[in-house]
């Protein structure tokens, strides 16, 4: 059974950094594509950054140039860099295993999600 666990959130200050780890179990962590999602409360899942087995990624729109994502396949991780926050990223960050290669931005493309880490961010 495949499990994710998130870690590195916390409490910063706007224009701040963090970056949240996800360990994954099972040898098979660098087949398939691996993605980000928050959210907020009171507000649906979002979907924030995915990165392909091979390093490709994409990103929503209100992070594109304060996130980057990446991964370290010898070490069943990805990694989510965040700077540049804003109170607007105030959200559980949560990491999420596609079905497949394939690094979508919707949430029904992934399978096997991890447990969340806080992230909030102060004015």
């Known amino acids: 059974q495949v499990q994710l666990v998130e870690s590195g959130g916390g409490l910063v200050q706007a224009g701040g950094s963090l970056r949240l780890s996800c360990a994954a179990s099972?040898?098979?962590?660098?087949?398939?594509?691996m993605g980000w999602f928050r959210q907020a409360p009171g507000k649906e899942r979002e979907f924030v950054s995915a990165?392909?087995?091979?390093?490709?990624?994409n990103y929503a729109d209100s992070v594109k140039g304060r996130f980057t994502i990446s991964r370290a396949n010898a070490k069943n991780t990805v990694y989510l860099q965040m700077n540049s926050l804003k109170p607007e990223d105030t959200a559980v960050y949560y990491c999420?295993?596609?079905?497949?290669?394939?690094?979508?931005?919707?949430?029904?493309?992934?399978?096997?999600w991890g447990q969340g880490t806080q992230v909030t961010v102060s004015s």
């Open positions: 999420a295993r596609s079905r497949g290669t394939y690094y979508g931005q919707t949430g029904s493309e992934y399978d096997i």
């Open positions: 990165i392909s087995w091979s390093g490709s990624s």
């Open positions: 099972g040898r098979t962590f660098s087949s398939y594509a």
